[in-house]
């Protein structure tokens, strides 16, 4: 029982890169979501979907970017990285009949 | 704007010690409530959802409560490995992503000492 699964779990980039990070479920869950989560702000929401192929913008969306091709994948894409989205970034999901959130394992991300 | 605030932000008890976190919120209409459970270096783990004033739902040594404002999470003789950050997230009817959005407020720090 994998839940959910984030790659790479660490990750160090330059400013201006391009990154990309993945996040996989394998509860057919068909909520997914995307939090960055930073000292003194808790736990803030970029991005969400509610199926594939539907998405839509959460509290922080700026500078980043989602794609929901198939249900169990959720990658978010960092266009072009600056020092302030350096964070923790947690993926998570629900089903979509009951709102509690199931969170991955995180991605800490370093621009440098 | 919805709002939750966490208290204390740390606090340590010995084992044995029973004690409660506070997570006082202010939305339009609460959907929900939600209690995690955050290790160092993990994602946040699902504890308790609430829905309504005057709710309670238990697990081992956890007890959360909710009143209209405010929601406890009591911890009865806690053994050092219940040590972790305890998130509380709201969920706001009035909200425009409504059900998909979580507020989450900053987290007790909980040390519990052998």
């Known amino acids: 029982d994998a839940g959910i699964t984030q790659s790479p779990r660490y990750k160090i980039t330059e400013t201006g890169r391009q990154v990309t990070l993945m996040c996989h479920q394998t509860?057919?869950?068909?909520?997914m979501f995307w939090y960055r989560q930073d000292l003194g702000h808790g736990l803030r929401l970029i991005y969400y979907s509610a199926a594939a192929d539907i998405t839509d913008k959460g509290e922080v969306p700026d500078g980043y970017v989602v794609s929901r091709s198939k249900t169990e994948n959720f990658p978010l894409t960092l266009e072009s990285a600056t020092r302030s989205q350096t964070s923790v970034y947690f993926c998570a999901s629900r089903t979509g009949s009951s709102y509690e959130q199931y969170f991955g394992p995180g991605t800490r991300l370093t621009v440098t | 704007e919805d709002q939750v605030t966490q208290s204390p932000e740390a606090l340590r008890l010995q084992e044995g010690e029973s004690s409660s976190l506070n997570c006082s919120y202010t939305v339009s209409g609460l959907r929900g409530l939600f209690w995690y459970r955050q290790d160092p270096g993990k994602g946040p783990e699902f504890l308790f959802t609430l829905y309504s004033a005057g709710e309670e739902k238990e697990k081992e040594r956890l007890k959360a409560t909710l009143t209209k404002k405010e929601s406890f999470l009591h911890i009865t003789a806690p053994k050092p490995e219940d040590s972790a950050t305890y998130l509380c997230?709201?969920?706001?009817?009035?909200?425009?992503?409504?059900?998909?959005?979580?507020?989450f407020g900053t987290g007790t720090r909980l040390t519990v000492i052998p």
């Open positions: 997230a709201v969920q706001d009817w009035g909200y425009e992503t409504g059900a998909n959005n979580l507020f």
């Open positions: 509860w057919s869950h068909s909520y």
